[in-house]
């Protein structure tokens, strides 16, 4: 186990954003919730700290508690292969996927008890009865027994699931029942995602998004530009992208200015292409490849200066997610075997891991220079890729599937694609956005404004406030 340090950010910070009497509640709440607390450590466990939608909340939901006066922490547990492939495949069942395999055996759940045991030896003595821990997702279930004997009060924090039970949700159910069972509340992000049989207080708490992260703050366009241009994404129309500079003999030379973001040496986007974008970890259930190909087959829909941007991590950093490499490669595949007039239209992007602030910025970036926004996914627990967008009024085109119909209005915030693997209809209804910028506009203050009202943070903080509370009264 290791700490992930985050520093305290005054709740009052909501005031640039909310009104005075959203931060009033705010912060009377957080008055409480601290007095409540007294004495008492608040413990976030997770499965990593950078690279997906939990790190991305805890990096700025920790720093509000300990903003509020609340001692909370954040602990990220180690573990080999075999236990992030068993964690994965378990991710994939309860999206009721069957992924690249299906059965767990009685040896994968002992080694993932082994893991996680091996993760509790020298942690779990920095806990205190009557401490709250919050167990993220499958990764982490598995230390609810021991911290529960232990006195704390354990909560699990389930970021997936499914509104539709079926062969593989109920495996992977069977798998950590017996897990789950000994926390005092479950908390979910869609009341369908709960299983019938839990018995432990369940929650509904939907994610929520920081106006004031890195991510999400407001660029200057000549910022976005130079980011862009910078990270070797899309040419600076004011330049063509080289830099001068002189050689010790005196003699004049350019060099590329861009770290060369885009995969297979792709070249990067003219400055006046349109940018269809999804941002997403290379996972199947996020249907990159789909995006690929719908776009490709039909780009006779879109405009000329129309660009596929499909935007992933470097895999090379991300420990908790064994298929990342192979769907990156699946969508290299794809990209290379498509005609060259194809080709230069649609471009894949591996952002860099290493320095989570300068990721941040070249998501907000690029989901601010975006003209239209995709998010394909076949399944989706709650998508930060959809809120992110819909603050910085962008139209979104995403699949009806799990929390993004909690997410996207249909027609007024953003548009609803029914069947996911509907490909042509998923290029029309983008091209369509493409070719109607008055709706755009439209959709995308009206994402803005459901953000604001329902999925930032302070909302987030009021629940989980209660919550505390009454395991800790
Ligand atoms: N993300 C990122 N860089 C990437 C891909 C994704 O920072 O290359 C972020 C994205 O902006 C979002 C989070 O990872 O904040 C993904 O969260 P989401 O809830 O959409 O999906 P999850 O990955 O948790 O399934």
């Not at 999206?95 to 002992?110: I, K, N, S, T």
């Not at 998923?426 to 956005?433: E, Q």
Request: proline residues 5%; negative net charge; aromatic residues 6%.
């Amino acid at each position: 186990m290791r700490e992930v340090s985050v520093g305290a950010v005054a709740l009052d910070r909501f005031a640039q954003v909310l009104p005075p009497e959203r931060v009033a509640l705010l912060s009377e709440a957080g008055r409480r919730t601290a007095e409540a607390l007294a004495g008492r450590t608040v413990w976030n466990v997770s499965s990593t700290e950078r690279g997906g939608g939990v790190a991305e909340m805890l990096q700025t939901l920790v720093g509000y508690g300990r903003g509020a006066g609340i001692d909370t922490r954040w602990f990220v547990i180690t573990g080999d292969d075999r236990f992030f492939a068993v964690t994965k495949r378990l991710h994939n069942l309860l999206h009721g996927f069957r992924g690249d395999l299906d059965h767990l055996d009685p040896a994968d759940q002992d080694h993932y008890r082994e893991v996680l045991a091996r993760n509790l030896e020298g942690w779990q003595g920095q806990v205190s009865p009557g401490d709250i821990v919050l167990l993220h997702d499958p990764q982490t279930a598995g230390m609810a027994q021991a911290l529960r004997e232990h006195g704390a009060h354990v909560i699990w924090r389930s970021h997936i699931g499914s509104d539709r039970s079926n062969a593989y949700t109920d495996r992977g159910w069977t798998f950590l029942r017996p897990f789950i069972e000994s926390a005092e509340a479950c908390v979910f992000s869609r009341k369908e995602y709960a299983p019938p049989w839990l018995t432990p207080q369940v929650t509904v708490v939907p994610p929520s998004l920081d106006p004031f992260s890195a991510k999400n703050a407001p660029m200057a366009t000549h910022s976005i530009r130079g980011a862009l241009d910078r990270a070797g994404i899309v040419r600076r129309s004011d330049g063509d992208g080289n830099l001068a500079f002189v050689r010790r003999d005196g003699t004049a030379g350019t060099v590329r200015a861009h770290r060369g973001l885009l995969v297979d040496e792709d070249r990067p986007l003219p400055p006046d292409a349109e940018v269809l974008l999804q941002v997403s970890r290379w996972d199947h259930l996020k249907d990159m490849a789909g995006v690929l190909t719908a776009f490709t087959d039909h780009l006779d829909l879109f405009p000329q200066n129309v660009h596929l941007l499909l935007v992933g991590p470097d895999v090379r950093g991300v420990t908790d997610d064994p298929e990342g490499a192979q769907v990156l490669e699946e969508c290299r595949e794809l990209r290379a075997g498509l005609p060259p007039s194809k080709r230069e239209r649609a471009h894949l992007c591996c952002l860099p891991m290493d320095d989570v602030d300068e990721n941040a910025h070249l998501v907000n970036a690029l989901q601010r220079h975006a003209t239209v926004v995709a998010q394909k996914s076949l399944m989706e627990g709650f998508g930060l890729t959809v809120t992110e967008p819909m603050w910085k009024q962008r139209p979104l085109v995403a699949s009806a599937v799990g929390g993004i119909v909690d997410q996207i209005v249909d027609g007024v915030s953003g548009v609803l694609l029914d069947d996911p693997t509907d490909l042509e209809r998923f290029a029309t209804l983008a091209a369509g956005l493409f070719a109607d910028p008055g709706r755009r506009q439209q959709l995308g203050a009206a994402a803005h404004d459901r953000v604001l009202r329902q999925f930032l943070g302070d909302r987030h903080l009021l629940q989980y406030g209660e919550l505390f509370t009454s395991l800790a009264s």
